[in-house]
């Protein structure tokens, strides 16, 4: 039995009459850039993550570096975040000329941990940039009073968290300006790159608006310096077809989930994640932690890859420990919740179509992958 770690043909099968249609009307209008449909996906996605403004950008990384930009977040600035991510987080405040300043994980749920920022705040402070990992909700009320009281801006990186709710509320709706990604495995995928910035900040919203598009407002009058970074009609009208469906496929992901956890807990050396109290978790991802070792949790992974199931290790190398980052100065040891998480966490199928009876079949190759270890 061969399992992929998410199954684009099975959600493409489900809805592919609407997506052909979506398609073929937009080929129709020839209008192809900035036009009826990005506005009619953007109002549906400003009231579906709870905002007053959503404005679609080429990426996911795209709209985090464009939502610092708009935050005014300068060469020299210092932007605090988790080295427990995927390197788009940390390039995006690197391409605005600011400097990622890394704070600690809580090794529960793999996010920042609140109580470690205080510390890194300095005079060049202006950002921090909290991750929702995985699908599940920072614990954003210690952040949001810190900004508060010196002052910064808060950017969350929900690229792992569309739907995901912290205390009731959608994530990117809570600090300055929230950024989504629309990658094909996410869990709202465009059929190409696609990326979204939310915000209840009338300017934020228009810098973003001005910054994908050249730096104008009105065509050919260019106000600032700009990119070209535009969601275009085609997956805009992809991204429609698919949000009428999100809800679902989030529950549905919730249940595998679920399923997944009440059979792990019975293994042991195999910690489920955990969901913090007050987080409605969207499970991007379903990760596992393999309490012994790095070579245990390789040999795990080694040995699901030859029964046909596929994993991922998301990610194998804190961030502070990238050579791209070297110039900053960190060493090993220096984080050491995120580095021993990099060593232990394992990500395995998950998508709104999989099976129960799969996921029998990865908890059992799971247990006899652990006692052939021992
Ligand atoms: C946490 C995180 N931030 C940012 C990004 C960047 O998004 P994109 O791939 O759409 O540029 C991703 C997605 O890959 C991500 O997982």
Redesign the pocket.
């Known amino acids: 039995m061969k399992i992929p770690l998410v199954d684009l043909k099975a959600q493409h099968d489900s809805i592919k009459s609407e997506i052909d249609n979506a398609i073929r009307s937009v080929i129709e209008s020839t209008q192809f850039i900035l036009g009826p449909v990005v506005e009619a996906f953007e109002s549906e996605m400003a009231a579906y993550c709870q905002t007053k403004f959503a404005t679609g950008v080429a ?6 570096q464009l939502a610092l930009l708009a935050s005014n977040i300068q060469p020299g600035d210092e932007v605090i975040t988790t080295p427990f ?2 390197i ?2 940390a390039e ?1 405040i690197t391409q605005c000329g600011a400097v990622p300043v890394f704070v600690d994980i809580d090794p529960r749920t793999y996010n920042i941990d609140p109580t470690k920022i205080e510390i890194r705040i300095t005079e060049r402070t202006k950002a921090i940039l909290p ?1 929702h ?1 995985y699908g599940q909700p920072v614990d954003m009320d210690p952040i949001l009073q810190l900004a508060k009281n010196y002052n910064l801006k808060v950017i969350e ?1 929900c ?2 968290a569309l739907g995901t709710k912290y205390k009731g509320k959608k994530t990117g709706s809570l600090g300055d300006a929230g ?1 989504l ?3 094909p495995s ?1 869990v709202l995928g465009a059929y190409g ?3 979204m910035v939310v915000t209840n900040d009338p300017e934020i919203a228009e810098k973003v608006a001005m910054l994908r598009n050249h730096g104008c407002r009105q065509k050919y009058y260019h106000l600032m310096p700009g990119f070209n970074s535009r969601l275009d009609e085609l997956q805009a009208a992809i991204l429609r077809v698919k949000l009428k469906h999100l809800n679902d496929w989030i529950e549905l992901r919730r249940h595998k989930a679920s399923f997944y956890s009440q059979l792990f807990n019975q293994i042991d050396g195999i910690q489920p994640p955990y969901v913090a109290p007050d987080s409605y978790h969207i499970f991007n991802y379903y990760t596992i932690r393999l309490e012994k070792s790095k070579s245990n949790r390789d040999k795990t992974q080694e040995y699901l890859h030859a029964q046909g199931i596929a994993t991922a290790i ?1 990610y194998p190398l804190s961030l502070h420990l990238q050579q791209v980052y070297k110039s900053l100065g960190y060493k090993p040891g220096d984080f050491p919740e995120s580095e021993q998480a990099h060593e232990e966490v394992l990500s395995l199928p998950m998508y709104p179509e999989l099976g129960d009876d799969k996921i029998e079949a990865i908890a059992r190759a799971i247990k006899s992958s652990g006692l052939r270890s021992q």
């Open positions: 990426s996911g990384t795209d709209a985090l991510t995927f788009a987080t995006a991750v990992l990186d690229a792992q950024c990604s629309f990658f996410k790159d696609g990326g998301y």
